[in-house]
């Protein structure tokens, strides 16, 4: 019963997480069209086609219609369910375990940090095909505002073929290393500092123990977080997954993490590794509370329900 209980856990994550993906999914495409405008280019030699989040919403739907602020929608959805039902799931049987734990009995920051980075460096490896066809979906666009590698994808299972048949299993776990690094810094920012906070208001009783205002507070502050911390790798991340490659499947533009750090610091500045921010705090920000206050939320659902059914064995028999 415990294995099957354990096994509910990644499943409830990945369902509150496909459930803020579909809302944050626009913001999504934004961001990614801004992290690849002026791609190793120096501030003034490219063309800016999206000045600010709010300037690439109506510059993507005038340009490539409003149903675009969707593209990408499938892959993003499915690499949510499998890289957040096990990142998410991951660090709940952590905790359940009390592997987060200080010897007091409350959550410990650094473990809880360790802890949010083993479960999303896990759910990264697992959801990084999925990731990059999302990001390939994302940038497609009319030549007038195109911004990075154009690749001609028609669907997730199209650009799965696609990639599969040309470069085979390797290519689609091409740019892995650098989702490992974003998640697993992001997942680490994001869980540790959601769990502190809210064992902090939910021990001051500023809300009912069991009001979901306390996930609420807590993954506000998250999203903050999470956001400084996790976008230079996001940059990297999307750079690598979206960039062409050659006849063998090797980068045209970077090499690997550290060569695509390096390029971005000397041809962009510091600040190119936060270019499209404030689209990724719109999205991260939204994301972190949607999909932590249903996750949260979505667990005491299932706890409820569970109550009347322990110690009936046969319930959970396959």
């Known amino acids: ?15 509150a997480t496909c459930g803020a993906g579909f809302f944050t999914n626009p913001l999504e495409v934004v961001k990614t069209r801004m992290q690849l405008q002026g791609e190793l280019q120096s501030r003034g030699q490219y063309a800016i086609h999206y000045r600010n ?10 340009n490539d219609g409003v149903f675009a602020l969707q593209s990408g929608l499938v892959p ?5 369910f499998f890289m957040n039902g096990i990142r998410l799931g991951s660090y709940q049987l952590l905790i359940n375990l009390g592997m987060t734990m200080d010897k007091t009995g409350h959550p410990s920051f650094l473990r809880s940090v360790m802890a949010g980075a083993f479960a999303g460096c896990i759910g990264a490896m697992v959801g990084s095909p999925f990731y990059m066809v999302k990001t390939h979906l994302q940038a497609q666009a009319v030549r007038d505002i195109a911004v990075g590698t154009q690749h001609p994808h028609e669907s997730m299972s199209h650009g799965i073929r696609t990639i599969y048949s040309q ?7 091409r740019g892995v290393n650098a989702a490992i690094c974003r998640v697993t810094v992001g997942s680490a920012s994001q869980l540790s500092t959601f769990s502190v906070a809210k064992d902090y208001v939910v021990e001051r009783q500023w809300f009912p123990r069991d009001s979901w205002m306390n996930a609420l507070s807590a993954s506000m502050a998250s999203g903050i977080i999470v956001t400084c911390f996790m ?16 006849a063998h499947g090797k980068g045209l533009l970077y090499s690997g993490v550290s060569d695509c750090l390096m390029k971005i610091l000397r041809k962009e500045g510091f600040w190119g590794f936060y270019k499209g921010w404030g689209a990724s705090y719109f999205r991260l920000g939204p994301h972190t509370v949607i999909s932590l206050v249903l996750w949260d939320e979505v667990r005491k659902l299932y706890s409820l329900w569970k109550k009347p059914h322990q110690g009936k064995k046969e319930t959970y028999q396959s």
């Open 167 to 173: 470069f085979g299993v390797q290519g689609l776990w």
């Open 231 to 246: 976008t230079p790798f996001d940059v990297v991340t999307t750079r690598l997954y979206n960039q062409g490659v050659d």
């Open 53 to 62: 989040a709010a300037h690439a919403f109506y510059t993507v739907a005038k």
């Open 1 to 15: 019963m415990a294995e099957k209980h354990g096994a509910v856990e990644f499943v409830l994550g990945g369902v």
């Open 76 to 80: 993003a959805l499915w690499y949510q």
